[in-house]
C-alpha cells in the first residue's frame, strides 16, 4: 500500500479531532491523543476545547474531579493528563524503562538503596491520603529520617517522583485550588487494576498511539514515549507481535508500520485544506515530535520548539506547521513562516472567531497576521 505524506497529514488531522466531530466526550479526546500534556493546564483544556465545536469550560479539570481523567507523570518524564482506565498501559512501558537504575541517573539523583527507601515511604504516607508536596516532604523526612531522601522530593522538576509514578505508587489528586497534591492511584481511583506486565501493555499502547499518529515506526514511538529509553530490540519485538494487527505501509519511499484496521481509511483520505490554531505543547506537534520534517520544516524548527522546553502555539495549514500564534487579552497575532502560503482569509475568521471564545479576557481580539 502505498501513501503521500499530504493524505496521511489530512488523515492525522481527522484522526486527532481537528476537524471538530459532533461532541466527542473530552475522554475520547485525551484517549484518541494518547493523553495530553499538562504541565500548563490552560495549555491543557486548549487542547481539547480546539477539538470541539462546542467547547466546556474546565473539560479537563472536570474530568480530573470526576476520576475518569487522572494527571500525571507519563511520556517523556513530563506532567501529561491520561484516561484513567489507559493509564496503567503507558505507566507499565514507561516503569520497564528502569532509567532510575542507572548510575548516571543514581549519581545525579538519588543511589538504589534511597530510592527504595522513598518508594517505600511514598506508598505508605499516601494510601488513602492526599497531600501537598510539603506535607509529602515532611512525611517522608519523618518516616525515613533522611534529610538526602526529602531534599531530593522537595525538587520541582519531580526527578524521584517521576519513577514513582511510572510503577504506579503515586498520581496527582484533584487540586481543584490550584494546590498541587499526590495520592495514591491504588486508593484514589475506582477499580484501579495496578501495572500490566510491559508485554501486555504493548499490545494497547502500541495500537493506540497509530491511531492518532501513524503511520510511524518503532524509533518514532519510542523517542515520543520515553525519549528513546526503551531497547530497541524489545520494542522492535512489541511490533512484531501484534502480527496481522499491523500493517506495513510505503509512505513516498518510507517503511511504516499502521493499524490494519486503519487501511481503508488512510487510503480513501485526500488532502486537506484544514486550517487550525493549535496551543502550546499540542499533541499534533509532541505526538511525532518537532524533528519531523514533513510537520514542521526543519529550518524553522526552532520558531516552535524553544528554550526551556517550550512548544509555541502554532498555525497548522494543510496538515502542516506554517507559523506560530500568540495572544493578549485584547489581540491575537498570528506569524507566519516566511516561506508559507498565506491562509485563505475566511479559513482564518472562522478559525480565530473559535479561538477567542477559548482564550481568557474579553470575547473580542484584534488580529493580525505577519
Not at 169 to 191: E, I
Not at 212 to 239: C, E, H, M
Amino acid at each position: 500500500m502505498m501513501l503521500t505524506w499530504d493524505s496521511v497529514l489530512a488523515w492525522r488531522m481527522r484522526r486527532q479531532f481537528l476537524d471538530r466531530p459532533k461532541s466527542p466526550s473530552t475522554e475520547e479526546i485525551v484517549r484518541r491523543l494518547c493523553g495530553i500534556q499538562s504541565q500548563v493546564k490552560s495549555n491543557a483544556e486548549l487542547t481539547v476545547a480546539v477539538r470541539s465545536p462546542d467547547p466546556v469550560k474546565d473539560a479537563v479539570q472536570r474530568g480530573v474531579a470526576g476520576k475518569e481523567l487522572v494527571r500525571t507523570w507519563a511520556m517523556r518524564g513530563t506532567l501529561h493528563t491520561l484516561s484513567t482506565r489507559d493509564a496503567p498501559a503507558y505507566l507499565s512501558l514507561l516503569a520497564s524503562t528502569r532509567t532510575w537504575e542507572k548510575g548516571a541517573w543514581q549519581k545525579s539523583f538519588l543511589d538504589a538503596p534511597r530510592m527504595a527507601e522513598l518508594a517505600e515511604a511514598v506508598q505508605a504516607e499516601l494510601d488513602g491520603a492526599v497531600l501537598t508536596r510539603e506535607d509529602l516532604v515532611a512525611a517522608v523526612e519523618r518516616r525515613t529520617k533522611d534529610s538526602t531522601i526529602s531534599e531530593a522530593v522537595k525538587s520541582g522538576w519531580g526527578a524521584v517522583l517521576k519513577p514513582l509514578a511510572w510503577q504506579g505508587y503515586l498520581c496527582n489528586g484533584n487540586g481543584d485550588d490550584g494546590r498541587v497534591t499526590f495520592t495514591s492511584p491504588a486508593t484514589y481511583l475506582p477499580g484501579w487494576p495496578g501495572l500490566p506486565e510491559p508485554e501486555e501493555a504493548a499490545r494497547v499502547v502500541i495500537p493506540a498511539y497509530l491511531s492518532a499518529y501513524g503511520p510511524a515506526g518503532p524509533d518514532v514511538f519510542n523517542r515520543w514515549i520515553s525519549r528513546g529509553a526503551l531497547k530497541k530490540t524489545t520494542l522492535r519485538q512489541w511490533f512484531a507481535d501484534l502480527g496481522d494487527t499491523l500493517t506495513e505501509v510505503d509512505v513516498e519511499g518510507e517503511t511504516l508500520w499502521i493499524r490494519t484496521e486503519d487501511a481503508e481509511s488512510l487510503a480513501a483520505t485526500p488532502p486537506t485544506d484544514m486550517f487550525r490554531l493549535l496551543p502550546a505543547f499540542d499533541q499534533y506537534v509532541l505526538g511525532m515530535g518537532t524533528d519531523d520534517t514533513r510537520v514542521i520544516p526543519a529550518h524553522h524548527r526552532k520558531d516552535v520548539s524553544k528554550t526551556a522546553g517550550w512548544i509555541a502555539p502554532v498555525v497548522v495549514d494543510a496538515g502542516r506547521v506554517t507559523g506560530v500564534w500568540e495572544s493578549t487579552e485584547t489581540s491575537l497575532s498570528i506569524t507566519l513562516f516566511p516561506d508559507s502560503p498565506k491562509p485563505a482569509e475566511e479559513a482564518v475568521n472562522i478559525e480565530t472567531a473559535h479561538l477567542n471564545l477559548l482564550l481568557s479576557g474579553p470575547n473580542e481580539r484584534s488580529v493580525t497576521i505577519s
